[in-house]
């Protein structure tokens, strides 16, 4: 098993802490106090300046200190690692903010919160705000093998800090100083842009895939539509509450009854600290509001022939034009995008990165007219691709 897998039960059940995992038991994360929430904010500075790796809420220890007691979460602990309330108080003691991603899945009956934690890229992460006896400002925290979050004092690892900061990266820290220097934000090329959106396309997918692929049924083929910006990336180009709202009005204007992208989706939403998402239980589809703009709808296709495929193009065309709704919120003044549908011959080629889907249609088009005759078009083309 890869160390950073995120197969979440094998996280959950591991047993062991390391130099990339750490146990904590249940906790509501606005509850603990400032001292509670700086020692999770250690242990993730100390992760992503180690080598990335998980932190498992939800397991305690048993008398011999192993943590084996699966307690999980009860409705209001879960709710509480919301990544739009850990996010502001994680960075507001860290510095640069930490690229971290909050799960809750469901394992054995019983929900968990796993916070992903992503190895430092540039700049090591210091403790911009002290609180004792957890936070030392101005320090440097790593992970070791022996499980702990300490700070780094040995010159050999502070050394190693400095190392895997420059090592590779010395365009990237170049453009780094200079945005600090000018206090503006550096643009990403156009190939750039393009291959982050992509990674963040991929990373959705897998998220699908992994929530979805042991539900009694998950073998055909997938649809995945997406709308991407065709400006510079921003990851965080909106807020997460603009992205709610955004739905939000869509959802009072033209939000009808239908099996794609309904109100209860809209109700049932929860935000990722990138992203607001919607995956309804027993259902095989799934859509993402990104902060950097992206917007992809996953959803299987049907078994049978029977009048479900005329179905499920009505259902396609319904979805855009609540898209397009959304995006007017978004994007009052207006932007270019670009629609792409593509389908993919079961979960292997959906998972591989590198493989083509058997089909795909795509075309630029303004935020202002996503729903439009040519884009119906594109879904007339998948129909037709399928039948």
């Known amino acids: 098993m890869d160390e950073n897998t995120d197969n979440f039960e094998e996280l959950v059940k591991r047993g062991v802490e390391s130099e990339i995992l750490d146990y904590k038991g249940p906790m509501d994360f606005r ?6 929430q700086a020692k999770i904010a250690r242990h993730m500075a100390a992760l992503a300046n180690t080598h990335g790796g998980h932190i498992v809420i939800g397991v ?15 409705a209001a602990e879960a709710h509480s690692f919301d990544p739009s309330s850990v996010g502001p108080v994680i960075n507001h003691l860290i510095e640069p903010p930490i690229d971290f991603v909050i799960e809750r899945p469901l394992v054995d009956g019983k929900r968990y919160a796993i916070i992903k934690v992503r190895p430092f890229a540039v700049m090591p992460h210091v403790c911009a705000s002290g609180v004792s006896p957890e936070l030392q400002q101005g320090v440097f925290y790593i992970r070791t093998q022996e499980a702990a979050s300490r700070p780094a004092y040995r010159v050999t ?4 800090l400095i190392k895997r900061a420059l090592q590779g990266q010395k365009a990237q820290l170049a453009e780094f100083l200079r945005s600090v220097l000018a206090d503006e934000k550096i643009p990403h090329t156009e190939d750039e842009s393009t291959r982050y959106f992509e990674d963040d396309a991929a990373y959705s997918r897998g998220y699908f895939i992994r929530r979805k692929q042991n539900q009694n049924g998950f073998g055909s083929s997938v649809i ?27 959802a009072e204007n033209s939000f009808l009854p239908g099996n794609l992208l309904t109100a209860r989706d809209v109700r ?9 998402r919607s995956m309804p239980d027993n259902e095989f ?62 979960v ?32 007339n083309n998948l129909s037709d691709h399928i039948l």
Request: proline share 4%; glycine share 8%.
């Open 224 to 250: 995945e539509l997406q709308i991407r910006p065709l400006w510079s990336y921003d990851q965080q180009k909106f807020e997460l509450e603009e992205l709610r709202s955004a739905v939000n009005k869509a």
């Open 268 to 276: 049932s939403a929860y935000f990722t600290n990138t992203s607001l």
């Open 31 to 36: 509850a603990i106090g400032k001292s509670g």
């Open 157 to 160: 690892e502070l050394h190693g």
């Open 285 to 346: 589809r799934m859509w993402q509001l990104s902060r950097s703009g992206l917007f992809e709808l996953l959803v299987q296709t049907p078994r049978s022939a029977n009048g479900d495929f005329e179905n499920l193009r009505s259902s396609l065309e319904s979805a855009l034009s609540k898209i397009a709704e959304i995006y007017s919120c978004l994007l009052p003044t207006g932007g270019e995008l670009q629609i792409s549908l593509a389908i993919y011959d079961g």
């Open 60 to 74: 305690g220890e048993d008398a011999g200190g192993h943590p084996s007691v699966y307690t999980g979460l009860n």
């Open 348 to 379: 292997r080629q959906l998972a591989d990165p590198y493989t083509e889907p058997s089909g795909k249609w795509q075309k630029v088009i303004s935020s202002s007219d996503i729903y439009n005759k040519d884009t119906v078009e594109i879904i």
